[in-house]
Nanobody, 124 residues
């Protein structure tokens, strides 16, 4: 079993900065892609940023130049630094991890896991 635990987030004024992190633990062989998604009230969950094991990243157009995703492979942790925050960034942020999981008999299986969600509110 694998668990993702998020931390960070909170309330910040427009133009401010926040960071969120997500640590994975459990029977992990390797984590391929890790990512951040967000869901605002009344809206669909949307992709914010992703990072693969080798470090290549992708960003939603709405956050390019303001958000930075990074990861620590040794600690199975992904981070999201959010700068120049706008009210429209307000949402619950979720991390995800595409995990290669140890199974019985020396086998593996691949599964995507999600964090518990963290509220980010940008408001004056």
């Amino acid at each position: 079993q694998v668990h993702l635990v998020q931390s960070g987030g909170g309330l910040v004024q427009p133009g401010g900065s926040l960071s969120v992190s997500c640590a994975a633990s459990g029977s992990i062989s390797k984590i391929n892609a890790m990512g951040w998604y967000r869901q605002a009230p009344g809206k669909e969950r949307e992709l914010v940023a992703t990072i693969i094991y080798g470090g290549s990243t992708t960003y939603a157009d709405s956050v390019k130049g303001r958000f930075t995703i990074s990861r620590d492979n040794a600690e199975n942790t992904v981070f999201l630094q959010m700068n120049s925050l706008k009210p429209e960034d307000t949402a619950v942020y979720y991390c995800s991890a595409d995990v290669l999981v140890y199974s019985t008999g020396g086998t593996f299986y691949a599964k995507t896991y999600w964090g518990q969600g963290t509220q980010v509110t940008v408001s004056s």
